[in-house]
């Protein structure tokens, strides 16, 4: 007798519950990772009482987020200029006038591209070291003496890096939206025929400083997306070196799905609500 199990439609039925599964999967263990994140960001809002304590542990938290991602960032940001540039021009040719080019570079970059991109290039980075630096400490149980010698693990491990990566992440957004600039007017000029003046031109015409503001904005979200996001993975880690890996790779995937969501939210806020008033 044939069996059943080899039928077309148990086969698409069973592939249809395996993929349907596995999204709910995902989807339970990114809101329970949002869940338990929400309150540990409640717990170190109420640490910052004692931030003043905190300070050296948040400078050094601010080197290692901010001044150790500076190479990424550079290579990130002038090569994003430079294909913003090239791509801007072959879609603007025939349609638009050169000098609008410096414009839509500059407005490319400060709302969009610079602090996505620098927040996805430096989430991978930041979200992985802290959610395997933060594992590594709950699977020796070092976090569980910490609690035995009444040491409080979020004062001392989380608060001090969500302030570091809150300040950092605008700063290295304002390094990446002038290397991308500089990216891109250093194309335009060497290989699309159009003049520093031109450029600069074309950017000081519609030149709006809430273009700036809004991509900082964005960039402070983004920031304490991803140190919020790396602690919560570290802290909830289990299941030795095992489980510090799937911590860190749950880590950078929530961040990134995070930051494109929020992105999203941000620009719908800002830009239908808040500017279009």
Not at 127 to 143: C, F, H, N
Request: aromatic share 8%; glycine share 10%; charged share 15%.
């Amino acid at each position: 007798m044939r069996n059943s199990s080899f039928a077309p439609g148990h086969a698409i039925t069973h592939a249809g519950a395996g993929l349907f599964g596995t999204i709910g999967r995902v989807a339970i263990g990114l809101v329970t990772e949002v869940g338990f994140a929400s309150v540990l960001l409640w717990r170190s809002a109420r640490a910052l009482r004692k931030l003043g304590r905190s300070a050296p542990l948040v400078i050094e938290q601010a080197r290692r987020i901010g001044v150790e991602s500076l190479p990424l960032v550079i290579m990130t940001s002038v090569f994003t200029g430079a294909v913003t540039a090239v791509q801007a021009a072959y879609q603007l040719k025939d349609f638009v006038p050169k000098i609008y080019l410096g414009t839509a570079i500059y407005k490319s970059v400060v709302i969009e591209l610079g602090p996505v991109l620098t927040a996805l290039v430096v989430g991978g980075r930041v979200s992985a070291s802290i959610a395997a630096e933060l594992g590594t400490m709950r699977v020796t149980e070092q976090i569980d003496a910490m609690d035995a010698m009444g040491i409080d693990p979020v004062r001392y491990l989380t608060m001090p890096r969500i302030v570091a990566a809150l300040v950092m992440l605008p700063v290295l957004t304002v390094f990446a939206d002038i290397l991308a600039i500089g990216g891109g007017f250093f194309v335009s000029n060497a290989s699309l025929d159009l003049s520093p003046k031109i450029f600069i031109e074309g950017m000081k015409m519609h030149f709006v400083a809430r273009d700036v503001m809004s991509g900082l904005l964005k960039a402070f979200v983004f920031g304490g997306i991803i140190s919020l996001m790396g602690c919560a993975a570290g802290l909830r880690t289990f299941g030795g070196a095992v489980g510090v890996g799937a911590a860190a790779t749950r880590a950078v995937v929530t961040s990134c799905v995070l930051i494109l969501v929020s992105d999203y939210v941000l620009a719908v806020l800002l830009f239908q609500i808040i500017f279009s008033a």
